[in-house]
């Protein structure tokens, strides 16, 4: 199992924790990961909505990377997963490739052949490491932690998302947790947007956005949430007392990527998994789970 | 006489639309409101409704979709697109037009942060978050983050300081220019 590895920009910005975790997590489950380390960022839509050709042949210039080593693609940001899929989709039409890869030769680079796949940390987990080895692995079982899924939208619009999620009524991230030997908490807010996207022109809206899914799932008896997305990471863990101010309730949860999640399962030391770069403390949560601590050999 | 009827500004707006890339699905929409049951900043704005922008759009009001900041209020999370009947795509078309709008030379915070992005992935391949939102919000916009940048660079979360172009950032730049005037 060998993946092209795109963390994309905020794993290795602002939230360098979850590109640190992936890798524990990777390693101890035997992901093999090549790293993309020329790979252009997505686009995250800006670019998309600047310059649509240009940034579909920016895709097309990261999926024939991984081509070129016989690799699809991994990983680990919703809107990374929906850029790039959604790219590999369009490029599976020769037309629409045939455009681009003119694009890429006017720019001096060789052509995209098609055929490489974009997964989600998520979707390999639950379809290529498989629940049994999966939870086979597990040396520290979640046990009573009460966690709830907070999805972000773009993870469940990919193209593909479909084959291991209904995105309309998603369970991956619960089932997950089950697998981990942990106690998934549902409510109706793990499907909605934390508004990352418009927090450079409406900040108001994101923080009431995310308020709005952050007290529902305190509300349903979340003590932890955790999420595939390090866009939602960055406004439900960094924006919390902002949203929980305007909101007008306390709020107080702490988020976690879903590679420190399933690292904490796995028996990672907490600290190798960069609990401590969040501004809202996990320590709580560590400590939940060292004191109800049964760890497997 | 006859009153003279209002007259549209730019009748075939509607097709620039449909031919700009994502802007196509524009010819099925029905303004049936499905996407307004499911959009989230319609919930919240009252000023921001994507069937009500469609709408403007058939009606020719290029000037007053293209100059609108609600198409800045869209948060590209195409609940829309998922649960259109008519299987168009409403936040594909918002998307063209706030790709005509830029190309139109809009202004504002939006606007401002959407080239600031295109500058930052011309400059370095990858964003660099705090360079992008500095150069799209500027001092005004770091102020009123009150402590927080500090208390993220404080946990770690900071710029990079060893952050660098891509070894390969000529051939990002390169494909930019070969792809479109921004």
């Known amino acids: 199992m060998k993946y092209a590895y795109f963390p994309g920009c905020v794993a290795l910005n602002s939230c360098r924790e979850l590109d640190v975790a992936t890798r524990e997590v990777a390693k101890d489950l035997g992901i093999g990961l090549v790293d993309l380390d020329q790979a252009a960022c997505c686009g995250a839509g800006n670019l998309q909505d600047a310059n649509p050709e240009a940034a579909l042949a920016i895709n097309a210039r990261t999926l024939s990377m991984a081509g070129s080593k016989g690799l699809d693609v991994l990983t680990v940001c919703g809107t990374c997963q929906l850029y790039l899929s959604r790219a590999a989709q369009v490029l599976e039409d020769p037309e629409a490739r045939e455009r681009t890869n003119g694009i890429l030769a006017r720019a001096g680079q060789g052509p995209y052949e098609g055929g490489v796949r974009v997964k989600h940390l998520l979707q390999v987990l639950l379809q290529e490491v498989g629940g049994r080895k999966l939870a086979a692995s597990v040396r520290r079982p979640l046990g009573d932690l009460p966690v709830g899924a907070f999805y972000g939208c773009h993870l469940l619009r990919s193209p593909g998302a479909e084959s291991f999620e209904t995105p309309e009524e998603p369970t991956s991230i619960e089932r997950l947790v089950g697998i981990l030997g942990g106690k998934p908490v549902s409510f109706d807010g793990r499907t909605a947007c934390c508004g990352f996207h418009v927090l450079p022109a409406r900040q108001d809206l994101a923080l009431r956005m995310s308020a709005a899914g952050l007290g529902e799932a305190q509300d349903a008896g979340a003590k932890v949430l955790a999420t595939p997305c390090p866009l939602c990471h960055l406004v439900l863990d960094t924006y919390q007392r902002k949203a929980s101010r305007l909101a007008g309730r306390p709020i107080e949860i702490p988020i976690l990527h879903l590679s420190q999640i399933v690292g904490l399962a796995l028996g990672i030391d907490p600290d190798r998994l960069g609990v401590k770069r969040h501004l809202v403390p996990v320590s709580p949560v560590i400590e939940e789970l060292e004191d109800g601590e049964v760890v497997r050999p | ?182």
């Open chain 2, 1 to 182: 006489m006859e009153p003279e009827l209002p007259r549209p500004e730019a009748p075939h707006f509607w097709q620039a639309v449909a031919s700009t890339p994502g802007g196509e699905s524009i010819i099925v929409c029905l303004r049936c409101e499905a996407c307004t049951a499911v959009c989230p900043v319609e919930a919240l704005e009252p000023k921001f409704s994507v069937r009500g922008t469609i709408a403007r759009v058939r009606k020719g009001r290029r000037a007053e979709v293209l100059t609108d900041d609600a198409l800045w209020a869209c948060t590209r999370c195409f609940a829309c697109d998922a649960s259109c009947p008519s299987h168009a795509r409403p936040g594909e078309i918002v998307a063209a037009l706030r790709h005509l709008s830029l190309e139109a030379g809009a202004d504002g915070l939006g606007p401002r942060h959407a080239l600031a992005f295109v500058n930052g992935v011309r400059d370095r391949g990858r964003i660099h978050e705090a360079r992008v939102w500095m150069e799209s919000a500027g001092l005004a916009g770091l102020f009123r983050e009150g402590f927080r940048p500090l208390e993220m660079a404080w946990r770690g979360k900071g710029p990079s300081l060893r952050s660098r172009p891509i070894d390969s950032i000529t051939d990002v730049r390169r494909i930019l220019a070969a792809g479109g005037p921004r």
